[in-house]
């Protein structure tokens, strides 16, 4: 039986960088949409830990491991992931998470009523009104243009601050070169962008 192409793919991004935090939540998140989710925990919990606030990739591990009948494990992992995802203002993976425990009969943390700007924040101006960054849950710092054009361009701007868009441009060139991505064909570009997607944290958006 052949396998899915794009676990082969992860698989070779996180074994060409092992601290790639991209390439082990993409290769969990691979392997919990084949239904192999014993398979999706070990990534998936390397992800949280090289990136403790990446909210999206707490909601899958908990998934994965309630799936694999860890309910204990799962809930505590849900229920730091709670807080993970409100600290940020990540809604929808907060959501998400809360959901299930509350489905669960497990307690839900509380959430905050409001995201403070961080230093990094602070110095670029007052918030956005309306704008928060989709990968940190930061209220400041928005990009002032489109990076790119189209609708994707456009997500970036209403979604992304410049810090976390500059941290992609470093992990992007990392994708390119450890996956051997050729940008001007249609299936280099297509990787690319489901790569930067998912850094981002921009499919629920």
Known sequence: ?????????????????????????????????????????????????????????????????????????????????????????????????????DEWGAPVPAFKETVPLGPAEAMAGAATPGFQCSRCGRPGGQLGKQPFKGPLGEKILENVCTTCWREWIAMGTKVINELGLVLSTSEGQQTYDQYMIEYLQLEDR
């Open 1 to 101: 039986m052949n396998e899915d192409p794009r676990i082969s793919r992860f698989r070779q991004m996180v074994e060409a960088d092992p601290e790639n935090e991209l390439g082990h939540f993409s290769l969990g998140k691979a392997y919990l949409e084949v239904g192999r989710f014993e398979d999706a925990v070990t990534p998936l919990s390397r992800a949280v830990e090289l990136n403790p606030r990446m909210s999206k990739a707490y909601q899958l591990l908990g998934d994965a491991l309630h799936k694999t009948g860890r309910r204990e494990d799962a809930i505590d992992v849900l229920t730091r992931g709670v807080t993970v995802a409100d600290d940020q203002g990540d809604r929808m993976p907060r959501d998400a998470m809360a959901g299930m425990l």
